[in-house]
């Protein structure tokens, strides 16, 4: 299973100083890797950001970072630095474990927010990578677990390919590390966290490829659900998200969103896009409800929220939706939200909205 946690924050942590140990009687004062940090230097940024995450999540920040930055005492030995990454960690996995479900805290990357699972997915990014830089420079061997790396790519690089190489050797090609086959350089980088759209009695959180792998195989993709779900329409389409992700063709924003109820923190539902815009900037919306959630208008706030989004993208033209013929619930659903009734498509009735 890949999703992220305390746990994957503990079980970086215990990696990350399995390795600088090997190396605390070297000398940690050159730069790290290709960095301009020396490796106590380092060190030092890595016990930062995880301390900083997880003021992130316990001071509720939505509007910038909390100032408060964490250093190491004067005179700080390489031993003293891991301690510090040890008790950083320590603090996050406990944070991470104790943040209520949907709540989300600033973060600027992509979209100027992330949830727990997404700093604890940050925070296991930082500590292999800059391990790996440090260890590096002192001569010491730093691969990691490879289930680990898999689940820091299925959850921060949804838009990169998994296949080509193991995943240690991706997420290093990835964060302009190393090389893969066949693959040009990577100059440039950012992680991706999960877009999040409010629609007032719902929102819609992006399921990552990790959480839809989970999903696909009967597991929770991370949420708490309401009794009855998820609905198997939604494990269906998170199947299609991990294939697609699998395949390499996967793109970011365009899967599965978890319908997720503002006043308990629930996932009531599916909802999202049958894959990015097609040629002609149509893409296809789809939908589905756990049976307890059905009646209230979820699904219509929903679908409204997620339309106005799409349609505000440039390289989006119009929206189709498409049910079968005796689902009128599914056809009320669309009709509110603003669509509007389009020929047949084979025995599916169809309806559409266009960008103004």
Not at 191 to 219: I, K, M, Q, R, T
Not at 246 to 273: N, Q, T
Not at 321 to 341: E, F, I, M
Request: net charge negative.
């Amino acid at each position: 299973m890949l999703l992220m946690g305390g746990d994957r924050v503990e079980e970086a942590v215990a990696h990350a100083a399995e390795v600088l140990r090997a190396a605390a009687d070297r000398d940690w004062s050159a730069a790290a890797g290709g960095l301009d940090w020396s490796g106590l230097q380092t060190a030092e940024h890595v016990a930062g950001c995880l301390v900083a995450y997880a003021g992130q999540l316990t001071g509720r920040a939505t509007g910038g970072y909390v100032p408060l930055d964490v250093t190491l005492d004067e005179g700080t030995d390489p031993e003293g630095a891991i301690r510090a990454i040890e008790a950083a960690a320590g603090i996050l996995a406990a944070v991470v474990r104790t943040t209520p479900p949907g709540v989300r805290a600033y973060h600027p990357y992509p979209h100027g927010s992330a949830d727990a699972a997404g700093f604890a997915a940050m925070a296991v990014a930082e500590m292999l990578l800059h391990t790996y830089d440090i260890a590096r420079s002192l001569g010491v061997e730093a691969e990691p677990p490879e289930e680990l790396c898999a689940a820091v790519l299925g959850h921060l690089f949804p838009h990169v390919s998994p296949a080509g190489g193991p995943p240690w050797r991706v997420l290093l090609w990835a964060t302009g590390r190393g090389d893969l086959p066949g693959r040009a350089p990577v100059t440039r980088w950012r992680w991706h966290n999960g877009l999040s759209l409010p629609a007032g009695p719902v929102s819609l959180c992006e399921v990552s490829p990790a959480a839809a792998a989970d999903l696909a195989a009967g597991g929770t993709g991370g949420l708490a659900w309401i009794e009855g779900g998820p609905f198997q329409g939604t494990r269906g389409a998170a199947g299609r998200v991990a294939k697609s992700y699998a395949d390499g063709v996967h793109r970011p924003e365009w899967g599965l969103y978890a319908l997720v109820r503002a006043e308990d923190g629930l996932a009531i539902g599916g909802m999202g896009f049958h894959g990015p815009p097609d040629d002609e900037g149509c893409v296809q919306v789809g939908y589905d409800l756990a049976e307890g959630a059905r009646g209230h208008g979820y699904a219509t706030a929903g679908l409204r929220a997620l339309s106005e989004w799409a349609l505000a993208r440039p390289e989006v033209t119009s929206l189709l939706g498409l049910t079968d013929p005796a689902n009128t619930a599914s056809q009320g659903v669309l009709t509110r939200a603003g669509y509007t009734r389009l020929p047949d498509r084979d025995t599916a009735w169809a309806y559409g909205m266009r960008r103004a």
